[in-house]
T-cell receptor, first 115, second 115 residues
């Protein structure tokens, strides 16, 4: 069965500093990987996705993620964090099930940005 | 374009009461999903649907039923609510594009408390 681990429950960074959120996955085949962001009281917004090809994926809001098969990782990065980036971030892996895609989520990383 | 709309946004129930959560999408997506989100556990799939008239169990289906009578609507029912079902419920929908990839789009959630 597929699984996702986000080892950091909380992370605090200063505004303007760089950010890296860790994600490790377990999946038997080539994975489809996603990062979602959730602001308080809101639903999940897709930041970026990896399906195939270039292992460095660019997303919205200046985020990027790198797929490393040898490390089973898909870490999310941003060079310079803005206060508005404070939110909860979820990594997810997709497993195809009878036509629809079944997402398995990590437990999330809460990001706090200090001004 | 409203995307994925969930009603109601908040609800308080007594143990043993029943209710139905409604999810509506206006993007003509084939696939729809119901998740629950609990602190420290990420999102877990309850039920999903790969098309009108079809439903399937996800990771945590017990105590819930679903129906997909119309393509645009996906209903989640609690026949006899229990305190363990206190959670935030998210609906999502997705489609298959030219590459066969299916990003999920999420609603803003329904916060349900069972007393």
């Amino acid at each position: 069965a597929q699984s996702v681990t986000q080892p950091d429950i909380h992370i605090t960074v200063s505004e303007g500093a760089s950010l890296e959120l860790r994600c490790n996955y377990s999946y038997g085949a080539t994975p489809y990987l996603f990062w979602y962001v959730q602001s308080p009281g809101q639903g999940l917004q897709l930041l970026l996705k990896y399906f195939s090809g270039d292992t460095l994926v660019q997303g919205i809001k200046g985020f990027e993620a790198e797929f490393k098969r040898s490390q089973s990782s898909f870490n999310l990065r941003k060079p310079s964090v803005h206060w508005s980036d404070a939110a909860e971030y979820f990594c997810a892996v997709e497993g195809v099930t009878g036509g629809g895609n079944k997402l398995t989520f990590g437990t999330g990383t809460q990001l706090k940005v200090e001004l | 374009n409203a995307g994925v709309t969930q009603t109601p946004k908040f609800r308080v129930l007594k143990t043993g009461q029943s209710m139905t959560l409604l999810c509506a999408q206006d993007m003509n997506h084939e696939y729809m999903y119901w998740y629950r989100q609990d602190p420290g556990m990420g999102l877990r799939l309850i039920h999903y649907s790969v098309g009108e008239g079809t439903t399937a169990k996800g990771e945590v289906p017990d105590g819930y039923n679903v129906s997909r009578l119309k393509k645009q609507n996906f209903l989640l029912g609690l026949e006899s609510a229990a305190p363990s079902q206190t959670s935030v419920y998210f609906c999502a929908s997705s489609y298959r594009d030219r590459d066969g990839n299916q990003p999920q789009h999420f609603g803003d959630g329904t916060r349900l408390s069972i007393l």
